[in-house]
């Protein structure tokens, strides 16, 4: 995410072109992902007062997807031409994105969590009551708001190498850039095994394939977590690298992974806006009746 402006002077020709296909992507981004969270907001919402977990969890889902689609239009005009705002503006909207990266990831672990507690030990799920449920909500967003304060920090207003103004993370030395690629990394790792973890219980445990074909809901909560991953391993794998280049002092390498970064970036945002698609997918899922039932 720190690299989405980077561009390199001596590769005008290719950066342009990446940038101009990078901002096309973002900017399909921002007309389907806006609308389509705000529509399955409004849906939504209509559930809070039955105390459905689920659904909660996927509003506090389609927020965060929706803090960081609304900053798009301006990174789409720092993508084509340069950062043309103030400090606040980086620092606010930098923040915004972090901020929804970890909630997205705590997401996909309460989403996990709730959906092995509730089918195999049903009656541990109900002794938490509603007002565990809002403990859980509540710590899912402070936390967030938390981790995601290293970029009021880091974000800052600097000149690429192209010579444009550009908002970007801006580390003072090569330390501080490994370690906080390398936590990001490892909140990753963590909570797809975290994940990944419960739902090899969660199979083991009701030892039946068809289960997650049939429950509506399961269904629904494994596609979004799924396409979460899938869409932000690429961002991951070029962290690794810039750490690696980092470590071993291969510019070149460094500058090349940071040309292609903005595509990487662009599959974060496409995972924002992608959601919405999946719940109109299982729309039965949503269904007042099957929602109220299945998630108390």
């Not at 399955?40 to 689609?69: E, H, Q, Y």
């Not at 994940?195 to 909560?221: E, I, M, P, W």
């Not at 002092?249 to 599959?267: A, F, H, K, M, Y």
């Given at each position: 995410?720190?690299h989405?402006?980077?561009?390199?002077?001596?590769?005008?020709a290719?950066?342009s072109t990446?940038?101009?296909?990078?901002?096309?992507?973002?900017a399909v981004?921002?007309?389907?992902g806006?609308?389509g969270?705000?529509a399955?907001m409004?849906?939504l919402s209509g559930w809070?007062?039955?105390?459905?977990?689920?659904?909660?969890l996927?509003?506090?889902?389609?927020i965060?997807?929706?803090?960081?689609?609304?900053?798009?239009?301006?990174?789409i005009?720092?993508?084509?031409?340069?950062?043309?705002?103030?400090?606040?503006v980086?620092?606010?909207?930098?923040?915004?994105?972090?901020?929804?990266?970890?909630?997205?990831?705590?997401c996909?672990?309460?989403?996990?969590?709730q959906?092995?507690?509730q089918v195999?030990?049903?009656e541990?799920?109900?002794?938490l009551?509603?007002?565990?449920?809002?403990?859980?909500?509540?710590?899912?967003?402070?936390?967030s708001?938390?981790?995601s304060?290293?970029?009021?920090?880091?974000?800052?207003?600097?000149?690429?190498?192209?010579?444009?103004l550009?908002c970007?993370l801006?580390y003072?030395?090569?330390?501080?850039r490994?370690?906080?690629?390398?936590?990001?990394?490892?909140i990753?790792?963590?909570?797809f095994?975290?994940?990944s973890?419960?739902?090899?219980?969660?199979?083991?445990?009701?030892?039946n394939?068809?289960?997650?074909?049939?429950?509506?809901?399961t269904?629904?909560?494994?596609?979004?977590?799924?396409c979460?991953?899938?869409l932000?391993?690429p961002?991951?794998?070029?962290?690794?690298?810039?750490i690696?280049?980092a470590?071993?002092?291969?510019?070149?390498?460094l500058?090349?992974?940071?040309?292609?970064?903005?595509?990487?970036?662009?599959l974060?945002f496409?995972n924002?806006?992608?959601?919405?698609?999946?719940?109109?997918?299982?729309?039965?899922?949503?269904?007042?009746?099957?929602?109220?039932?299945?998630?108390h």
């Amino acid at each position: 995410m720190q690299h989405l402006n980077s561009s390199n002077s001596s590769l005008t020709a290719t950066v342009s072109t990446v940038n101009l296909i990078t901002s096309s992507m973002l900017a399909v981004c921002f007309i389907l992902g806006v609308t389509g969270n705000i529509a399955v907001m409004v849906r939504l919402s209509g559930w809070l007062k039955r105390g459905s977990f689920t659904p909660r969890l996927m509003l506090s889902l389609a927020i965060s997807d929706l803090f960081t689609l609304i900053s798009l239009p301006v990174w789409i005009w720092a993508v084509l031409h340069e950062w043309v705002f103030d400090l606040v503006v980086c620092n606010l909207l930098s923040y915004m994105i972090y901020l929804s990266f970890y909630c997205s990831v705590l997401c996909m672990i309460l989403m996990s969590m709730q959906r092995y507690i509730q089918v195999l030990h049903p009656e541990k799920w109900k002794k938490l009551g509603r007002k565990g449920k809002k403990i859980l909500l509540s710590g899912m967003w402070m936390l967030s708001a938390v981790l995601s304060c290293y970029a009021l920090i880091l974000s800052n207003i600097s000149l690429d190498r192209g010579g444009r103004l550009q908002c970007t993370l801006r580390y003072r030395n090569k330390a501080e850039r490994v370690l906080t690629l390398f936590w990001e990394i490892i909140i990753f790792v963590a909570s797809f095994t975290i994940v990944s973890y419960f739902y090899f219980q969660l199979y083991r445990g009701v030892n039946n394939s068809a289960f997650f074909s049939s429950n509506s809901l399961t269904k629904l909560v494994t596609r979004i977590v799924v396409c979460f991953f899938i869409l932000w391993i690429p961002n991951q794998i070029s962290d690794i690298v810039i750490i690696f280049a980092a470590l071993t002092g291969n510019d070149g390498l460094l500058i090349s992974v940071v040309s292609v970064e903005n595509v990487t970036t662009s599959l974060v945002f496409i995972n924002s806006c992608l959601n919405p698609f999946l719940y109109a997918f299982s729309a039965r899922a949503l269904q007042p009746g099957t929602a109220g039932t299945d998630d108390h």
